[in-house]
């Protein structure tokens, strides 16, 4: 959703307060497509501060379906995201690195790429269904947390293999 900020960059110290929502309904990133499972409208607060730059400032929840790293059910996971980010007025060439932004192209602020980067930056490093999550089985593919397999458990040290093949042969009938 893009918001016109023209009337706030154009007088000073004058806020304003805007009730909106993001349009998006699955985050799409190189890790995958992950569909929002709910999303609450938010108060977004827009002050131009003695004409030199304009603060932002939003709190939103959204909640993204995950797959569990071990057993790959997908997990709901809730990120409450608070935003307070500034831009200066007048000049918009500032580089990435100086804290550019690219959420804020003329008089226009996309409310979309400001949440998809606070959630991005906010992305859990692991995401389990339960703490005690078996996986699935490397075998047979079996969610180990609903069934159990009938796979062999023990691995062996592939360096010991060929010990192996040598008791393999010689076993006692």
């Known amino acids: ?51 030199k730059h304009v603060l932002i400032e939003a709190e939103v929840d959204v909640t993204i379906e995950i797959p569990c790293d071990r057993c790959l059910t997908p997990v709901d996971t809730d990120f409450h995201i608070e935003v307070s980010r500034k831009f200066p007025i007048g000049d918009s060439s500032v580089p990435e690195e100086e804290g550019g932004n ?21 992305w859990p490093m692991k995401v389990l269904c339960k703490e005690d ?11 180990l947390n609903l069934q159990t397999c009938d796979c062999q458990k023990t691995e062996l040290d592939p360096r010991m293999a060929a010990i192996q093949d040598i008791f393999n042969k ?3 009938v």
């Open 1 to 51: 959703m893009k918001v016109d900020i023209t009337d706030i960059v154009s007088n000073e110290n004058k806020s304003v307060t805007k009730e909106v929502e993001i349009d998006f309904t699955s985050f799409d990133s190189k890790l995958g497509n992950f569909p929002i499972s709910k999303k609450t409208p938010f108060t977004l607060q827009l002050t131009n501060e003695e004409n």
């Open 102 to 122: 690219d959420y804020v192209d003329g008089f226009d602020l996309d409310v979309d790429k400001l949440i998809y980067g606070e959630i991005m930056v906010n």
């Open 133 to 143: 999550c078996k996986g699935i089985c490397r075998k047979c593919g079996a969610n």
């Open 170 to 172: 010689f076993k006692e």
